[in-house]
């Protein structure tokens, strides 16, 4: 059982940064790929980054491509979402994943965070 809490999100400026966080419990971190998903207001989840285990490897949406860099610390069970250049369009909130893969598909991700919100205003 992995549990996840994100953290981080909040009100940025349309070319600012934030930082999101999500810490898991558990000692079995180091063995899942992270993924991070967003969801806006009446659109579905969709997927925006993961991470294999190690660290080693990442893929990326193409819309934030050059912009997010996802990251993770298995001594401190925390996978990170740096984001930059924010457009308004990022507005969404943020969800951080655990599968024993990575992947670009929800279905395959075990364990789910409650969300964070990230709001970019123009």
């Known amino acids: 059982q992995v549990q996840l809490v994100e953290s981080g999100g909040g009100l940025v400026q349309a070319g600012g940064s934030l930082r999101l966080s999500c810490a898991a419990s558990?000692?079995?971190?180091?063995?899942?790929?992270m993924g991070w998903f967003r969801q806006a207001p009446g659109k579905e989840r969709v997927f925006v980054a993961t991470i294999n285990t190690s660290g080693g490897s990442t893929t990326y949406a193409d819309f934030v491509k050059g912009r997010f860099i996802i990251s993770r610390d298995n001594a401190k069970n925390t996978v990170f979402l740096q984001m930059n250049s924010l457009k308004p369009e990022d507005t969404a909130s943020y969800y951080c994943?655990?599968?024993?893969?990575?992947?670009?598909?929800?279905?395959?991700?075990?364990?789910w965070g409650q969300g964070t919100q990230v709001t970019v205003s123009s």
């Open positions: 558990g000692r079995t971190f180091s063995t899942y790929a």
């Open positions: 994943a655990a599968a024993r893969v990575p992947s670009r598909y929800s279905v395959h991700y075990n364990y």
